[in-house]
């Protein structure tokens, strides 16, 4: 059996009872809500924890053709399709394997229209112009923004070709009543087409497994807007299914000083935790402590100067070959792993609640090689 102690960094920890425990919030929103979850696969695609998820969820939802493949073969239940631009090539290979296609544009859903109708319930991803994301990064409402149609190019005839629309607005969000307000913002400006659809995506970026968050009026308030244009709700969480599961845990192997210290870790950011980069949102350790008085830079072992994951203290010094825990990071990583610098692509784990730990990838030099060359 595989020990913890024994196994080489870096490598990413998967908690199987941390996922149930954020499963388990699923399950009762669901039974409050009467709404369906789908997992969004662009923010969690590691399937080889997916027995652990497929009792709790209803299927998943996809941003490009490799996904839909892969939730329609290893996930089941409904297979959702979205993409921002599929060429004729894409629907072909998405058309048999899904359940609802989604188009981002009026002229994406023309030009697919005839060949998708009898083959999926379709979609349109629609702009609200409303959104709950904090950094324009993420912001799918900000200016010029492409992704959805908004309001004013739409009208009824829409509804002769799509039975659902998706929106999707909300990033981290963890205020239910900022969610109430786009929600009625929605109700507000788009009764007339609400009333015939059969059903309404809502997205992800709902953080309702962040602790204390009030689950049952997020409920609620999801099942008074589905009775009220008898349609059915999805939601396409991400983040909320994963956070605070997965260590990325890596060992110091230098500490450097420049008027700070800098402990370097083998890993980088910018291969295995890329958001960490893009977002400039520091990660936390696990053996760090607000009131240590050993300050550090986690720095990573790439050759980009401002890689690093996070400045924080620790109460004894750090030590060569030291692990430590990079908190939180399952969502929105293993999906961005690349080969920058080639640094060994960290490990997969997954711990299941009767304490075994099954691998479930671990790579080696010939990977590296293989992805730029055969
Ligand atoms: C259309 C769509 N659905 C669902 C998600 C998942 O969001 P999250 O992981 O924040 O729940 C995203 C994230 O970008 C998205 O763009």
Redesign the pocket.
Known sequence: MLQKENLNTPYFMINEQALINNLEKAKQLKEISGAKLVL?L???STWKTFETIKPYLDGT?S?GPYEVKLGYETFGGETHA?SVGYSHADIEAVKPLSDKIIFNSLSQLDAHYDNCKDSASLGL?INPEMSVAGQDL?D?ARAYSR?GVKQALLDLTILDKVEGF?F?M???NKDVDAFISVLNHISNTFSQYLNKLKWL?L?????FTYPGYPIEKLGLALKAFADKYDLQVYL??????ITRTTDLVVTVIDIVENDKKTAIVDSATEAHRLDTLIYKEPASIKEASADGEHHYIIGSCSCLAGDQFCETQFKQPLQIGQKLHILDSG??TMVKLNWFNGLKMPSIYFEKVDGHIEVLNEFNYQDFKSTLGK
Do not use: D, Q, V
Not at 203 to 207: K, S
């Open positions: 969004a662009k923010c969690f939802t941003s979205y991803r993420a799918p992704l998706m999707h909300n990033c981290e995506s997205g992800g970026g709902i953080f396409e969480p991400g983040e909320a299914i969502g929105y």
